[in-house]
């Protein structure tokens, strides 16, 4: 399937910037700058940079960078605040038909009250996600690595579980399936660094497990409750898009590893009790900080299990007699593993290009056993079924940023796959007459979970299943914006527009033996 889609947002109309006098100023001049922070270099994204006693200004985008367009020469304060920063202010002059560059850099704030002192340190990621929300022209949420990593979540679902708005699912005591504001997954979109995420799993439709990503190689997590004209229409509920790690502005060297033992795992203990959490992520600036490489890695393990039992009373006679026991053990080994491999290469602060590549695995693999006994039947059954369930989401993306004299272009082209294979799942039952005359009520409660077969057990093959599944579903997609700046009526203004065009293709294949 092919869609071609175009995306225009037209502020004011056509007609009247053409007209206007003051559409493209030639004698005024143009300021542009990067803000940072002061200690680190790191860019103050969404920081806002004005000119005194003027109504002109601007903020900062993904790279830092501000400009303003169309400022009659003469002198100026200009000045540049962010979130947990103290605010700067500069002297300028600014000449016709020509650039001013005005950098800031930024120092971090401190706040006493009563002997208590807060420095801006503490929140020095989360306030740039807070920035970005600030200034965001709709609805949205932005949560960096800074404040989710200091959570004990296992897998992203968790994660955006913390975010308001939003709830979901459980399988196996972890989180998987994600609602916002209520409506069903299938209602929503997930994205990888603008590129939709393909549905592994056919039986979940268009919702997509977040099982399978591990946080641990993102940089922030945005969830946008309303949608905006250069996002993809085709989710109701609102869009998740998860920004991977990029590339830092200077070397950086992260290792973190961590550990667990559950005591008090299921009853048969089939893949040991050990919880295995790796991560870690390396990034060095080379070529006088122009090109920018970061590797991220991932690994997690656990080991799950339950054990349920079920009592059926006779609901015809409505007395306390057991009609039936069902003892139900699941024994299930998860693994995640993922790779972040990001690299950009700055021409100046107004250029950029990119390139970069996510890999991600889910392996869940699950053993389980059913005991049932049906008194009045004089009957008891043995199933067991073992699956395996193998999801991968691969996904490679090119971009650029780049700002031509005020005129900002963006642009992408992208793959991404998914994939679900489950070979040989098994499915066997047995069953045999039972005895359970002189049988009470309370011994048939106490009958043993232990569904394992013995030499002494005899018992006659009912029913073999064997199953065999593999869905793949790929995208192949590119997209641009264009923001033009004019002027109307002495009023600074933008029109943008942008075209998307994706290719999806599908495979299921099923067979049952």
């Known amino acids: 399937m092919t869609r071609l889609t175009f995306n225009f947002i037209i502020l004011v109309g056509i007609v009247s910037i053409l007209c206007s006098p003051n559409t493209f100023a030639q004698s005024n001049g143009k300021i542009v700058g990067k803000v940072t922070e002061a200690t680190s270099g790191t860019p103050l994204i969404g920081a806002n940079v004005i000119l005194l006693n003027t109504s002109e200004g601007a903020s900062a985008d993904l790279q830092g ?67 970005e929300q600030k200034n965001a022209p709709n609805i949205k949420n932005v949560v960096s690595s800074e404040q989710f990593l200091l959570f004990p979540d296992r897998n992203a679902a968790e994660t955006v579980a913390r975010i308001p708005g939003i709830s979901i699912s459980y399988d ?78 200077e070397g950086i060297l992260v290792v973190n590893a961590g550990g667990g033992y559950n005591a008090q795992h299921s009853y048969f203990d089939e ?35 339950s054990l349920l039992k079920e009592l059926e009373y006779d609901d015809i006679t409505m007395t306390d007699h057991i009609f039936a026991q069902h003892s139900n053990d699941y024994d299930v080994l998860r693994e995640r593993t993922g790779f ?89 039952r047995f069953q045999r007459d039972f005895d359970f005359s002189g049988y009470t009520n309370d011994e048939i409660k106490e009958f043993s979970p232990n569904t394992k077969f013995t030499q002494e057990d005899v018992l006659t093959l009912n029913r073999i299943r064997v199953d065999d599944n593999l869905k793949e579903d790929e995208d192949i997609s590119g997209m641009f914006n264009v923001e033009i700046p004019y002027f109307l009526t002495g009023e600074k203004s933008t029109i943008k527009f942008g075209g998307k065009y994706t290719d999806k293709s599908a495979k299921y294949t099923a067979r049952r033996l």
């Open 65 to 131: 960078n501000y400009t303003i367009s169309g400022v009659e020469p003469g002198n100026y304060q200009i000045s540049a605040s962010y979130l947990g920063y103290e605010e700067a202010v500069l002297e300028i002059t600014v000449q016709a038909n020509q650039v001013t560059v005005v950098d800031f850099a930024l120092k971090e704030s401190a706040t006493e009250l009563s002997g208590v002192t807060v420095y801006g340190q503490l929140t020095r990621g989360q306030a740039k996600a807070l920035n």
């Open 172 to 249: 196996q005591g972890e989180g998987e399936l994600v609602q916002i504001r209520g409506l069903a997954p299938q209602y929503n979109s997930l994205t990888v660094n603008g590129q939709r995420i393909p549905a592994p799993d056919p039986d979940l439709g268009r919702a997509v497990g977040l099982d399978l990503l591990n946080q641990d190689l993102m940089e922030n997590i945005v969830v946008t409750k309303a949608l905006t004209p250069d996002i993809d229409g085709d989710a109701i509920g609102g869009n998740i898009n998860f920004q991977m790690k990029q590339a830092p502005d």
């Open 271 to 305: 893949y040991g009790k050990d919880i295995m959490n790796l991560s870690g992520y390396a990034g060095q600036r080379f070529f006088d900080k122009k090109l920018g490489v970061l590797f991220a890695a991932s690994y997690y393990k656990t080991n799950r299990g």
């Open 340 to 428: 972040n491999l990001n690299t950009e290469f700055k021409f100046d602060q107004f250029n950029r290009i990119y390139v970069n590549a996510n890999y991600n695995r889910y392996f869940d693999k699950e053993i389980r056993r059913l005991n049932e006994w049906i008194i009045d039947d004089e009957e008891e059954t043995k199933e067991t079924r073992n699956r395996v369930e193998d999801q991968f989401l691969t996904n490679a993306m090119f971009g650029g940023n780049h700002n031509f004299n005020g005129i900002k272009l963006d642009y992408t082209g992208s793959w991404i796959k998914a994939k679900e294979e489950m070979p040989a799942r098994t499915y066997f």
